[in-house]
């Protein structure tokens, strides 16, 4: 499936061109549930195509044309609520166990190849786990927990 897209690269440049994209997308966006480290974008302009690493992209934006409305502002309905330092999670490990806990909402979650987990049971007698990120096959969001939640020695 072809695709309209703009790339903003991180050095600030930005790309109009079409990316060819396989057969597994989002039935409701049509945009892919995936992208490859590595992509190739046919310029709009008729330039040779661009092939690219992903971590070279500030951000794919997968749109209906290139040209964009420059008086549009995006909707942010959060902007006036404080951001919630913990996070619930449920993790499912490849083994299939499923345990739940504390996180950091922090940004080292999604950088890091590994993450601390409190228990939500304090009584238990695991008091942290570390948990490489390639051991689970699920990771679920169940709900924020605010500063006036327990947090464990070494969270924030």
């Known amino acids: 499936m072809r ?3 703009v790339v903003h690269l991180r050095d600030a440049s930005i790309l109009h061109g079409y990316y060819d994209g396989g057969a597994d997308s989002d039935p409701a966006t049509g945009a892919p549930f995936r992208l490859p480290d590595q992509i190739t974008i046919a310029l709009e302009n008729g330039k040779p195509a661009v092939t690219l690493r992903l971590s070279d992209a500030k951000a ?5 044309s290139f ?5 549009q502002k995006d909707v942010r309905f959060f902007d ?5 330092p913990l996070l619930w999670v449920r993790l499912t490990f490849s083994d299939g166990e499923v345990m739940e806990g504390r996180v ?9 190849a590994a993450f601390r987990l409190f228990p939500v049971d304090e009584l238990t007698n695991n008091q942290c786990l570390f948990v490489p990120k390639s051991s689970l096959t699920s990771f679920q969001v169940i709900g924020l927990l605010d500063e006036q939640s327990k947090q464990p020695d070494g969270l924030s």
């Open 3 to 5: 695709h309209t897209v």
């Open 60 to 64: 794919v934006f997968f749109v209906r």
């Open 67 to 71: 040209t964009g409305s420059p008086k």
């Open 80 to 84: 006036s609520l404080s951001i919630h």
């Open 104 to 112: 950091a909402n922090a940004l080292d979650l999604l950088t890091s």
